[in-house]
């Protein structure tokens, strides 16, 4: 468990909103952007780096670019606060094999065998909300042989690419079809010019 990033550790690097409400009970829609990025820009300034990870991948705060296109995606589909904002803070950590126990601190949620609309990204997510009035943290766990076809993923097809195409390079993937990084790019290529790859 020593592995996982430590409560401790969430506590001092979590954000309590300077919105004055739980997250839950915030309106998407009817407080302004504005507000919400000065609120974000405050969490960004307030950021201390106290992580020491041997299995540590990289972390990010989420750029305000993509913070408006999943803020314009949540409007559109009705979602609210805290779903739009669980992952302004993030973290990627690698494990050979995805664990079997995870401390009961983290929500937990199982992408291994992808998400709703299927990008060919697999992984397990966990998040760490300290109480109501703070911003969860993300930390995505990429283990196995998903770990490399992740880090191509999000170098040459996450937000740039429609989802479709991610899908048919993870199933070329796993199937041994793709086992560098040139043959990934290749093959996205080939996908791109419209081929149904017969």
């Known amino acids: 468990m020593d592995l996982f990033i430590a409560k401790e550790a969430l506590d001092i690097l979590s954000y309590k909103s300077t919105l004055g409400k ?36 990289g972390s990010r705060f989420k750029s305000d670019d993509s913070i408006m296109r999943k803020y314009e995606k949540t409007i559109r589909t009705g979602g609210g606060f805290k779903q739009c904002f669980n992952d302004i803070l993030g973290f990627r950590l690698r494990f050979e094999k995805y664990p079997e126990q995870y401390p009961e601190y983290f929500r937990v949620v199982d992408l291994r065998k992808g998400k709703k ?23 995505q766990l990429w283990c196995e042989k998903d770990y490399l076809f992740n880090i191509w993923s999000h170098q040459y097809v996450y937000k740039y690419k429609e989802p479709e195409i991610g899908k048919r390079l993870y199933m070329e993937y796993i199937e041994n079809l793709i086992t560098n990084e040139q043959e990934f790019v290749e093959r996205l290529k080939y996908w791109e010019g419209g081929s149904d790859g017969r």
């Open 22 to 57: 739980s997250l839950k009970q915030i309106s998407l829609r009817d407080t302004p952007l504005e507000l919400i990025l000065e609120d974000i820009a405050r969490y960004r300034a307030s950021y201390i780096d106290v992580l020491v990870q041997g299995n540590l991948i």
């Open 117 to 139: 609309v299927d990008d060919g990204y697999h992984a397990i997510h966990l998040y760490y909300q300290r109480d109501n009035l703070a911003y969860p943290i993300e930390v």
